[in-house]
T-cell receptor
Framework: GDSVTQMEGPVTLSEEAFLTINCTYTATGYPSLFWYVQYPGEGLQLLLKATKADDKGSNKGFEATYRKETTSFHLEKGSVQVSDSAVYFC?????????????FGTGTRLKVLA | EAQVTQNPRYLITVTGKKLTVTCSQNMNHEYMSWYRQDPGLGLRQIYYSMNVEVTDKGDVPEGYKVSRKEKRNFPLILESPSPNQTSLYFCATTGGNDYGYTFGSGTRLTVV
């Protein structure tokens, strides 16, 4: 079945460091891919998305490129801030399910130190 | 403003005491869903609804019920809660596969 695999956390970085959070997927058909962010005590917010191969999603300095050949959607940011500390979830939509079902990874906690 | 409103935010209850978590959306979406979030397991779908009066099981439906009598509301019902249902619950809605979900703020449920 469809699945999403994220790198294990926590990831601890110093402020202004480069961030990469790896995400790979398995899916039938052509899913759309998403990154969500969850700040402490809050719900998940859509961070960025890409709906077809080679698309790059971007928002708030974060970027991810839909790589069909490697089935990956890695999240990157050039210079992280303390305010980026949160849990990040990679997700895919499963169009073959016919139900708008989204499948989530287990989340990667990011901690940014001042 | 597009919103998904869940209530309550926090709930502590005892085993076996029926409870309902409400969810309401103002985006006029047909699709709504409930997820639970547990450490190390990510988000797992409990139930979903494609439209009014149309509901179906997700991956972990045991112990839960839902109803969809009107488009905006999708309550989650635990008729006899047990401690293994202690979790963080999210309601979500979407307009389709390419749109992404809009989530509610979550309900942290503790069953003792």
């Amino acid at each position: 079945g469809d699945s999403v695999t994220q790198m294990e956390g926590p990831v601890t970085l110093s402020e202004e460091a480069f961030l990469t959070i790896n995400c790979t997927y398995t899916a039938t058909g052509y899913p759309s891919l998403f990154w969500y962010v969850q700040y402490p005590g809050e719900g998940l917010q859509l961070l960025l998305k890409a709906t077809k191969a080679d698309d790059k999603g971007s928002n708030k300095g974060f970027e991810a490129t839909y790589r069909k050949e490697t089935t990956s959607f890695h999240l990157e940011k050039g210079s992280v801030q303390v305010s980026d500390s949160a849990v990040y979830f990679c997700a895919l939509s499963a169009p073959t399910s016919g139900t708008y079902k989204y499948i989530f990874g287990t989340g990667t906690r990011l901690k940014v130190l001042a | 403003e597009a919103q998904v409103t869940q209530n309550p935010r926090y709930l502590i209850t005892v085993t076996g005491k029926k409870l309902t978590v409400t969810c309401s959306q103002n985006m006029n979406h047909e699709y709504m869903s409930w997820y639970r979030q547990d450490p190390g397991l990510g988000l797992r779908q409990i139930y979903y609804s494609m439209n009014v009066e149309v509901t179906d099981k997700g991956d972990v439906p045991e112990g839960y019920k839902v109803s969809r009598k009107e488009k905006r509301n999708f309550p989650l019902i635990l008729e006899s809660p047990s401690p293994n249902q202690t979790s963080l619950y999210f309601c979500a809605t979407t307009g389709g596969n390419d749109y992404g979900y809009t989530f509610g703020s979550g309900t942290r449920l503790t069953v003792v």
